[in-house]
């Protein structure tokens, strides 16, 4: 691994500026080793990986450049979840915690009968996550509603027949690894309690990324001892030969020939 000695020093706005591919990163450079900025650069480098259409005008802040799902990974679970979901006249898909529109875009791009609902807290992030579905062309599919999904999602399920959710929500930061086993506890809101509330006001068809060093066991004790008949199936996402994220499918986006690791 190439070990970055020296960094450039860039301001979420810097970071968000449209660039070339050819076009070197200019910037000041950073003497002291606790430059948060120097965190954000080994996203900045994957850029490509997170959005390949990040020189057409793609929007980030920070928490959006660590936070944001690499692409082929939101490609491939927005397939899944509409190819699980079975063929239908449209498809209503609730993103509920959608920072700045990785998983939204993905599910939009599946079909022109896939709306998506993008929820946010950030008002800045969830402009961020509009301007970046117009990049991708799918803006006319995405609702975007500003709030807490919490909340939002008690009055959503009455008036909607919502097909499935999609959960990413904040780890804590990018510290979540220093844990060897991440409990969805340490999320704010709280795992959990987002799985269950979903099954309750929205839909049992949930798909949930989460840090690849979750406790596994706890989630499948947490889940079952909730309502036995809840089982999911996780699968690991990579990035080349690197898994990044674990994503637990519930209800319908179960595969049926996979089973439950529960290492
Ligand atoms: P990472 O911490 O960059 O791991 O997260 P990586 O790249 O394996 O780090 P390394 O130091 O081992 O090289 C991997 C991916 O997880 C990120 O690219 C995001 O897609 C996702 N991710 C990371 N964090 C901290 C969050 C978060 O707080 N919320 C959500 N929804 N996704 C996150
Ligand atoms: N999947 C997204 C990244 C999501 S990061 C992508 O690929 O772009 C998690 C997001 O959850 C952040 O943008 C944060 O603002 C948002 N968030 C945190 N608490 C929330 C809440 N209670 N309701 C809605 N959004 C929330």
Redesign the pocket.
Known sequence: MTKIKQVPVMTPSEMSVKRRRSEPIKSKLSSTSHNPNQAILKYYYQRYNLFSKYDEGILMDY??WY???PENI?KHIAERVIQSLGTKGQYLIVD????????LIQFALQSPKVRVIG????KE?LDMAKNNARVYGVDHQCDFVLG???EIMKMLGTRNQIDAVFL???WGGMSYLNDEKYSLNSM??NGYDLITSCQTYLTKNIAF?MPRNVDKQELKKKVLANQPTDTFDLEENRVGNKIKTITAYFGELQDPIATTDSE
């Open positions: 928490e959006a936070s944001v799902t939101a509920g915690l959608c920072g700045v529109g990785g998983n929820i946010d807290i950030n992030r807490d999904f919490c990413s929500p904040p704010t809101p990324l």
